[in-house]
């Protein structure tokens, strides 16, 4: 796991789910050609997170993005313009791999049987306030999750006032809060 998706995996940790990383979603034949990619390896979501109390699957991608020019609105709905965002601009790649996905979990008894199922994003990075606020919208109305810089600044803000864990987002919002001085 990369180290951005292991600051979002904590995040997640800390609001109640269970998570695997790189987890693996294991097509069948049919569904591969379903959703056109007959030769298909596994498809892998960055981070599947579980939450039992609310019986809800999230199915995160992270993309960092922190030096580069970040995710942008026509990255996530223009095809042509990027290859990264399939399951966001895809509706029936979507519905295949989160069926799938929840058939997986229920059947090895890692979530109750009829979840909500959500789809979620995690940036370091959003290129402008424009393509923020589009972002925020585009995924507000079809009831999927996005966490920009902002909200995972915020998070780890808060960190800063939790008790210890050893889990990198929490020890890297400590760090930056020693306030180390570096010598000249």
Not at 6 to 23: D, E, H, K, N, T
Not at 119 to 129: D, E, F, P, Q
């Amino acid at each position: 796991m990369d180290s951005f998706e292991s600051v979002i995996a904590g995040m997640l940790r800390r609001q109640g789910y269970w998570v695997w990383p790189r987890f693996k979603v294991l097509l069948t034949k049919e569904e591969k050609k379903a959703i056109g990619r007959p030769s298909s390896p596994r498809w892998e979501i960055d981070l599947v997170g579980y939450r039992g109390s609310t019986n809800e699957v999230l199915a995160m991608e992270c993309k960092s993005f922190l030096n580069s020019t970040g995710v942008t609105l026509d990255s996530v709905t223009n095809s042509k313009s990027d290859t990264r965002y399939k399951l966001f601009r895809e509706p029936i790649l979507w519905d295949t791999v989160s069926q799938r996905l929840v058939s997986q979990l229920v059947q090895s008894g890692a979530c109750a049987p009829d979840p909500i199922v959500r789809l979620g994003l995690a940036t370091g990075h959003i290129r402008n306030g424009r393509d923020r606020l589009l972002l925020k919208e585009h995924f507000e109305s079809r009831g999927w999750i996005l966490w920009d810089d902002h909200d995972v600044a915020r998070q780890l803000r808060e960190l800063k006032t939790s008790g210890y864990e050893d889990e990198i987002d929490a020890v890297v919002a400590k760090l930056i809060d020693v306030g180390i001085e570096v010598a000249p």
